[in-house]
């Protein structure tokens, strides 16, 4: 992404999962696609991290606690945020709606690593 003066600008997505395996595979497909990508996992973290961080926009996992806390900070910030939905079932990952819309999936959670 390049900005008007033509230096590249840092498009910065923020994640908001309680489930650590799901941000993990988030934040690799996020980057994967270039965007630079912070975790939270829970809304207290998201909220401080809003606070302190330009952020360009903020995915939250549907059924979060505290969902509409991380979203009406988002709005506050006039940063959009949107919902994605994380399952993980029988050793798969599914992400919907991760990055505008797009589904993705992951091979067998077993050959994820979660460092």
């Known amino acids: 992404m390049t900005s008007v003066t033509g230096k590249q600008t840092e498009r910065i997505v923020l994640v908001v999962s309680d489930d650590l395996l799901i941000l993990t595979l988030a934040q690799a497909v996020l980057t994967g696609k270039g965007y630079r990508v912070l975790l939270a996992v829970d809304s207290q973290s998201a909220v ?52 505008s819309g797009a589904n993705w999936e992951s091979p067998a959670a077993a050959s994820v690593t979660t460092a």
């Not at 360009?56 to 606690?65: L, Y």
């Not at 900070?73 to 029988?90: N, Y």
């Open 48 to 99: 401080r991290l809003l606070r302190r961080s330009r952020v360009h926009s903020v995915a939250i996992r549907a059924g979060m606690p505290d969902y509409q806390k991380v979203h009406d900070w988002s709005q506050r910030k006039r940063v959009s945020s949107w919902t994605f939905h994380g399952i993980v079932e029988e050793g798969r990952v599914l992400l919907k709606g991760l990055d």
